[in-house]
């Protein structure tokens, strides 16, 4: 089950990412040029932030069942000098709700929202701070506190 959590988790992340970056060039491009905010718009915030939800919960379950996070909290004096194993068990997650959190708070204010103008600055705004904390959350094979492949 682990490996299979795994891999769903790796390939979520992308649609995750491509997600947000596709209702980010939507808010902007409809923001600045003054377009009107439609039912597509709506439905890619909608989805952005389900796909995010059901990422969220993919990593959640594979946080309880990561060997890595396991052994973090039955080691935490020896593990916290690993910063790999920090980072999935405490830094990873931690950012990742916040995101999660923030890309909800923005999609919620975003629906309620009357003009379509105002729509679009909410969603720009919110789920560009959520997508610059994923980016950072992520760990790609740059990262410099723990790499993975692209994909897994």
């Known amino acids: 089950m682990y490996s299979a959590l795994v891999f769903l988790h790796s390939y979520l992340r992308w649609m995750v990412v491509l997600s ?3 209702a980010i060039f939507r808010a902007a491009r409809g923001y600045f040029m003054h377009r009107s905010f439609t039912a597509a718009d709506n439905t890619i915030r909608h ?3 389900t796909i995010a939800h059901i990422q969220l ?4 379950i594979l946080y309880t069942q990561s060997p890595v996070v396991k052994y973090f909290w039955q080691n935490k ?3 916290i000098a690993d910063s790999s194993i920090t980072f999935y068990s405490v830094i990873h997650i931690f950012l990742m709700i916040v995101a999660i959190t923030i890309l909800t708070i923005g999609s ?3 629906k309620r929202k ?3 103008r105002a729509k679009f600055s909410t969603i720009l705004i ?3 701070i959520a997508f610059i904390i994923i980016f950072l959350a992520v760990p790609w094979p740059f990262s410099p506190l723990s790499s993975r ?4």
């Open 57 to 60: 919960m993919a990593g959640m």
């Open 77 to 79: 004096s020896s593990a």
């Open 47 to 49: 989805w952005t932030a």
């Open 126 to 128: 919110w789920f560009s």
């Open 114 to 116: 009357v003009t379509g």
């Open 108 to 110: 919620a204010m975003a």
């Open 149 to 152: 492949p692209l994909l897994r």
């Open 20 to 22: 947000i970056a596709y």
